[in-house]
């Protein structure tokens, strides 16, 4: 299993950025993708996950609304659009797969034994 996160970068307040996450190794039948983020000093945050066969999505109150989640399950890759961008999104953002089994945890770390590596994403004031 691999996760390859991409697509960050640095905005200005109220600018949008697309994150991509290209996975292999795995179906996207069987597992779901999750997306996390990490300020300096915090504890990684679950911010939005899909499990396409499920047909579900999932989004921390803190995005929704702004943030949406895809899958091209032909280019096994997911989106994460980003819009409305505040200085707060500023972290580092990284892919996780987990099982379609734990859908309700899906903002727990511990249930993505599956991580890549981040891409920072950094929103100016």
């Known amino acids: 299993v691999q996760l390859q996160a991409s697509g960050g970068g640095l905005v200005q307040a109220g600018g949008s950025l697309r994150l991509s996450c290209a996975a292999s190794?795995?179906?996207?039948?069987?597992?779901?993708i999750g997306w996390f983020r990490q300020a300096p000093g915090k504890v990684p945050e679950g911010v939005s996950s899909i499990s396409s066969s499920d047909k579900r999505t999932d989004y921390a109150d803190s995005v929704r609304g702004r943030f949406t989640i895809s899958s091209d399950n032909a280019k096994n890759t997911v989106y994460l659009q980003m819009n409305s961008l505040k200085p707060e999104d500023t972290a580092v953002y990284y892919c996780?797969?987990?099982?379609?089994?734990?859908?309700?945890?899906?903002?727990?770390?511990?249930?993505?034994?599956?991580r890549g590596q981040g891409t920072q994403v950094t929103v100016s004031s």
């Open positions: 996780a797969a987990r099982s379609r089994r734990y859908n309700s945890f899906w903002y727990q770390t511990r249930y993505y034994p599956h």
């Open positions: 190794g795995f179906s996207f039948d069987d597992y779901a």
